[in-house]
């Protein structure tokens, strides 16, 4: 009987294992959908708010410490120039190519409706996300490298996140600074140090190892999760916008990001990269934590500029779905150069 309790836990596991696995590989689809969902259901995440929206990217961010090793630290240690134009990179280029999308076309007479700006602002000066690592090893990237940014700038943005955020948009709306700084110390920071210090002493540990494999899906649950609260809380002002205004939303955001892949390479290319090393900081560079930025817009924003949420929620489905067909561009690339006859 006892036997049989293990075969049948070992079945369940590898289940779990595999479905985490296509969550992981149709990330960008899965987010989608339920985006779609909510909109003609907005009831089934009515309870992802608040406290509760914090919690859960805790928990992401806590996914993202357990995959961090010695070996990772170490990275940073070992490639200090590499990490600094990389974060360096991300933490100037993403804020202004977002003022300048929103704030300078507005100064020249294109109507940016002032959601958007600060929207878009705040998916600007967010950390890189989680899921550009996994779009770095697609595209056979610099993985170590893709890590070693995502954490410093993860490690950074307590402080630069809600000073540029003040800076940028402190004239569009009323800006807790400090307050900002506190959350993201929260929800970003100590959830990462805690996966990273459980891994170094649970590492070898072989219970631990497993439960490592299925958090991938939990972590797009989890995302899943904030977008749907998310689309569940400005369903019906979104509504009174129009479809007008989602458009503006998304042609920003599809700029924003598009412009970020574009600099960051552009960045790897001035600095002589290797080819490796210009992909992962494009896609580092390109892709924001707007999880991190739609909790943010949610705490902070919500009494003076609530629809502010929608383009950081709008960052979460897209950046995942650019991020994948840029990799699938980038290996293609490498197919055809295979391809090609000497």
Not at 83 to 112: D, E, K, N, Y
Not at 216 to 239: M, N, R
Not at 307 to 318: E, F, K, Q, R, T
Request: hydrophobic share 50%; glycine share 8%.
């Amino acid at each position: 009987m006892q036997a049989y309790s293990i075969i049948q836990q070992d079945i369940m596991y590898n289940a779990l294992v595999k479905f985490s696995n296509w969550l992981s590989s149709y990330t960008s689809w899965f987010i989608i959908a339920i985006a779609i969902i909510t909109y003609f259901i907005p009831s089934l995440f009515t309870w992802v708010h608040g406290n509760t929206q914090s919690c859960i990217l805790g928990f992401i961010m806590l996914t993202m410490g357990l995959t961090l090793t010695v070996q990772d630290v170490r990275v940073l240690a070992s490639r200090p120039w590499d990490i600094l134009i990389g974060t360096g990179a991300q933490f100037t280029l993403m804020p202004l190519i977002a003022w300048t999308l929103t704030v300078g076309l507005s100064s020249l007479g294109v109507p940016i409706p002032k959601p958007v700006t600060v929207g878009i602002i705040l998916v600007g000066c967010c950390p890189g996300g989680v899921s550009s690592n996994i779009m770095s090893y697609l595209c056979r990237g610099d993985v170590a490298f893709s890590v070693g940014m995502t954490t410093a700038s993860t490690l950074l943005a307590p402080v630069i996140t809600p000073l540029l955020v003040l800076w940028l948009a402190g004239e569009q709306v009323e800006v807790d600074a400090l307050g900002m700084f506190q959350n993201i110390l929260i929800v970003t920071l100590a959830p990462v140090t805690v996966g990273f210090f459980s891994n170094l002493f649970l590492g070898d540990n072989d219970t631990f190892k497993r439960t490592q494999a299925v958090m991938p899906a939990f972590s797009v649950l989890g995302l899943a999760c904030i977008v749907g609260g998310v689309i569940s809380t400005v369903h019906d002002k979104l509504l009174l916008e129009g479809l007008t205004f989602f458009m503006i939303v998304f042609a920003v955001v599809l700029a924003h990001n598009s412009l970020g892949y574009l600099t960051g390479y552009t960045v790897g290319s001035l600095f002589h990269f290797s080819k490796a090393k210009k992909r992962t900081i494009s896609i580092e560079v390109g892709m924001q934590n707007a999880g991190l930025a739609t909790v943010l817009a949610s705490t902070f924003f919500v009494a003076t500029c609530p629809l502010a949420v929608i383009p950081c929620a709008l960052s979460c489905a897209w950046h995942s779905i650019s991020g994948t067909i840029l990799a699938t561009w980038f290996r293609s690339r490498d197919k055809a150069a295979l391809n090609t006859p000497a």
